[in-house]
């Protein structure tokens, strides 16, 4: 629905909007190279996009995070900036103690980044700011963000606080920003279960889950996944905590297939693979492997024991994560009494205009052997 200019504009430039009437729809970021060709940042007639209009989103951000939230109290690290939900599309901002680490999804972010970053040292004036852009995200936008990836270096790494435990995150190597912050609530809520049972945390990137769980009284913990990288800060993260964990670099459907196998179970499973569908040409697949996954991690689960499943796939529903869960668990041969139903930390909101960016579903439930009488 863009008439795109005649004179051809570099991408990202920031240009003003109207209807085919001539009508004043609104400001925001171009770029005919994506495949999303306008994201408005508003639709103010009288709001221009400049360093006060950047600093006022940032600042009712930060309101929402100390002022509302107060994670501060608990956690010294949150998302920030959360995208279309905070007012500013194609931008992620996320707090890892005095380190701002800022992923541009945008072209349009490159031009005003002194903006976004003279806002965060008003707010924060401790602060250490580092541009963490994504490669894949730059072929995507036509772009180069080498420049201010360049001018704002990441350290190597920061350690954070989150609730009960320390987390050192790889800002180097590590994945998105370095860390998943949108499983903070959850892996306390689930640490709240671990007492004296034995633990599985599957696709355990830097060790969160299982850490989590051990101290909170677990029995043992076992934490696996693929990148090798990430296994080596798990293990920084499980001395950091001085706890002891078994992590093992192999892949998830393997182990889980040995397991079965060998009939060996868990009283605690966690399931948090990475995102499985990016577009829409993936969403079939993505069904197929988080039914997989699922089917192979229920049989570990020992009777009553509990799973944890998630998905932070946007493009599967929660209603389609769900159906996806039922047939894996009469595949498997179980009933799930789930008790739970949740999503990302509250650091990362969504919003009605945008309900799409309620994006993760975390699943807690029982799991039970099939029988007539299973509960």
């Not at 007012?87 to 005003?112: H, R, T």
């Not at 180097?172 to 689930?190: A, I």
């Amino acid at each position: 629905m863009i008439r795109h200019p005649q004179k051809r504009i570099k991408p990202g430039t920031i240009v003003e909007v109207v209807s085919k009437e001539g009508n004043f729809i609104g400001r925001g970021i171009y770029n005919h190279k994506s495949n999303i060709g306008i994201r408005l940042l508003t639709e103010n007639p009288s709001e221009q996009l400049n360093c006060e209009f950047f600093f006022k989103k940032i600042e009712q951000a930060k309101i929402l995070r100390e002022e509302i939230l107060k994670i501060q109290k608990t956690s010294n690290s949150y998302r920030l900036i959360h995208g279309e939900a905070d007012g500013l599309s194609g931008l992620i901002i996320d707090k890892f103690a005095d380190v701002f680490v800022i992923e541009p999804y945008s072209a349009g972010y490159i031009d005003i980044m002194s903006w976004i970053v003279s806002s965060l040292k008003s707010l924060y004036p401790d602060s250490q700011i580092a541009v963490r852009p994504d490669e894949r995200i730059a072929l995507k936008e036509g772009t180069d963000f080498s420049k201010i990836a360049t001018n704002y270096r990441c350290p190597d790494f920061v350690e954070i606080k989150e609730n009960h435990i320390r987390m050192k995150v790889n800002l180097k190597t590590g994945h998105k920003t370095g860390f998943f912050l949108d499983q903070r609530e959850n892996r306390l809520t689930l640490s709240q279960h671990c007492e004296g049972k034995d633990v599985l945390d599957c696709f355990c990137y830097t060790g969160g889950f299982a850490i989590s769980a051990m101290l909170a009284g677990a029995k043992s913990a076992t934490g696996i996944d693929l990148d090798e990288k990430a296994l080596e800060t798990a293990h920084e993260n499980a001395k950091l905590n001085a706890v002891k964990i078994s992590f093992i670099h192999v892949n998830v459907f393997d182990y889980l297939r040995k397991m079965i196998s060998e009939i060996k179970k868990a009283d605690v499973v966690i399931l948090d693979p990475s995102k499985l569908a990016g577009c829409t040409d993936e969403i079939k697949r993505a069904h197929r492997t988080y039914g997989d996954i699922n089917k192979l991690g229920m049989q570990v689960v020992k009777p009553e024991g509990i799973l944890l499943t998630c998905s932070c796939s946007g493009l599967v529903s929660e209603h389609d994560f769900l159906s996806i869960l039922t047939r894996s668990a009469a595949e498997a041969g179980v009933i799930l009494q789930i008790f739970n139903i949740s999503g990302a930390s509250s650091d990362h909101p969504f919003s009605t205009i945008f309900p799409e960016g309620r994006y993760l579903k975390a699943v807690f439930a029982r799991v039970f052997p099939f029988t007539k009488r299973a509960f």
